[in-house]
């Protein structure tokens, strides 16, 4: 008995046939949702690296006008030098991109025997910290600080 052509009989999937079609598209959106989680690590490691890159311009601006460094950089709120004679150098400290604050720590003396800590009168220098996740281009992930 030969199959005659019939459209109004339909074909049905057989159970591996589904099984293998819902696992197919189960590999495909895990795949997907590792290369999403990827990306977003990569784009906050970016975020963070040009908030280092543009909190120390507005410090070193700070230093020019004041002689000193901040004794407190407050993320969320901005960073201006009113105190001693300069304006406004940054609107708005960052926040990093994972919601906390940047680690700033004022220091002073020399750099073999510098004290740094949040009391600090007149601070000359500074260690400015933050964590990649994932790492950017030739910097690996892992914890990092910055100084003048």
Known sequence: MSKEFNPT??????????LAVLLFFGVVLVAMAVMLNHARALNRDIKRLADVAILQSALELYFQDCSAYPKKVVSGQPLSAEVCRGGIHLREVP???SGDSYKYLPCEGLEENRNCAENVAFPTSYVL????ERGVDNVAAGRYTVKP
């Open 129 to 132: 910290g933050y964590e990649l």
């Open 9 to 18: 009989r339909k074909e049905k999937f057989t159970v591996p046939q589904a």
């Open 95 to 97: 926040f990093d991109p």
